[in-house]
């Protein structure tokens, strides 16, 4: 009988041990972190969005191209482009210009103008220096309205004889002219001009107005 009791008795030990060991244990939580699924960016402002990278992003520069390019206007351009990105941008120089002197190396800025092939108007030299590429003869005249083009409808003869390539003897044509026709419709009618060639025309284009 002892020895019945005491095996009845490490069977219940070993069972209170057994119990003891599978009893249920409550796990620390720890706090979630959503994963992103494969293929898709985080969305801005997460943790692992754009703005955890610390990247404000490399900026944009609008530039205005003007001159003998193939798209003159304004072309959009990243931080940190060159006079050569502008003027590729615009679809590169018109066959025959010479854009060797020009800086192509030079950053430009924002707002500025870059004029290939031609002079600055009058009273308005282009943003950052960079100038006309030469073999464009002539430059800024003085004596001319201080920011604007030469309007070739108002302009008095000693307005017009401070053009480049323009003596009183040319600048008394366009007057006569002018008065003949009743004043000027286009810029393009100064060919009509006696003594503007086609190349004193290319000069003058871009100094003028109506």
């Known amino acids: 009988m002892k020895a019945l009791a005491a095996v009845a008795g490490l069977v219940v030990l070993v069972a209170a041990g057994w ?25 801005a402002g997460s943790p692992e969005g754009p703005s955890a990278a610390g990247s404000a992003g490399t900026g944009e520069l609008v530039v ?18 060159r006079v050569a990105d502008a003027i590729t941008a615009a ?35 282009p943003a950052g220096g960079s ?12 004596g001319l309205p201080a920011g604007g083009k030469v309007n070739l409808n108002t302009a008095t003869l000693a307005q017009l004889d401070t053009l480049p390539g323009v003596g009183p003897v040319l600048a008394q ?3 006569a002219h002018r008065d003949q026709h009743g004043g000027f419709r286009a810029v393009s ?5 006696d003594g503007i060639g086609e190349s004193r025309y290319e000069q003058l284009k871009d100094l003028v107005t109506v």
């Open 173 to 175: 044509r366009i007057l």
């Open 64 to 81: 205005a191209v003007a001159g003998k390019v193939r798209r003159p206007g304004l072309v959009r351009l990243p931080a940190g482009a």
């Open 189 to 193: 009618d100064l060919r009509q001009v």
């Open 19 to 43: 119990a003891w060991q599978s009893r249920p244990r409550t796990e620390p939580v720890g706090r979630a972190t959503p994963s992103t699924p494969a293929g898709l960016s985080p969305p």
């Open 131 to 142: 100038g006309a590429v030469p073999g464009a003869p002539g430059g800024p005249a003085d």
């Open 91 to 125: 679809g590169g120089a018109l066959p025959g210009v010479d854009v060797a002197l020009l800086n192509l190396a030079r950053k430009v800025s924002d707002g500025e103008l870059i004029l290939v092939g031609v002079t600055a108007p009058p009273g308005a030299a």
